[in-house]
């Protein structure tokens, strides 16, 4: 499974942009990006996932360059409930074992 | 809500106790996955159930064990309780195993062991 690196915290402020950028440098080639959500005392929630490009749903982006090494989540004018923990997964489906590392914690200030 | 719920929501244990955590998984889902997360880490995967049978597990010893039913629910069971097994245990539900299915998870049990 393919290690992934992410900053430990982010702070942003309601109405902007955030970008939070995941390191995959040895991601495989079946390999596919997962970014899930997690509030305090609940368990995650899935936000998006992709292979390459771009894709895009109701709750953000997923840009993945053509090398792959990287994704970047994008979530458009965050407001005070998107402070969460944000995970970044990388794996295939051979793999059943989603490896949580420790995620971005956002932090939405008003 | 994503349909999958846990119970009990709180649990408090002694050391060297059993304890046996539920999970009701989203109707048309026959994979449970249950992971334990520790307080400020991510979660960590501990084993996944497909159709009744183990499907994969992490690294964790033989006294976290399971079960998962014909209705697709799941038990998990920790034998000898330590001190450091107190985390909160979630579980989640998805159409089938692997990576690219979607997993939703039940908001946790806490475990707290004396």
Redesign the interface.
Known sequence: LAKTTQPISMDSYEGQEVNITCSHNNIATNDYITWYQQFPSQGPRFIIQGYKTKVTNEVASLFIPADRKSSTLSLPRVSLSDTAVYYCLVGDNNNNDMRFGAGTRLTVKP | E?G?TQSPTHLIKTRGQQVTLRCSSQSGHN?V?W?QQAL??????IF?Y?REEE??R?NFPPRFSGLQFPNYSSELNVNALELDDSA?Y?C?SSRS????????????T?LLVL
């Not at chain 2, 400020?40 to 995967?45: A, D, L, R, T």
């Not at chain 2, 195993?97 to 946790?108: I, R, S």
């Open positions: 994503t999958v994979t996955s992971y400020g880490q991510g979660p960590q995967f996944q497909y499907n994969g992490g909160l979630l989640a195993g692997g990576f690219q299915e979607t997993q939703y998870f039940g908001p946790g806490r």
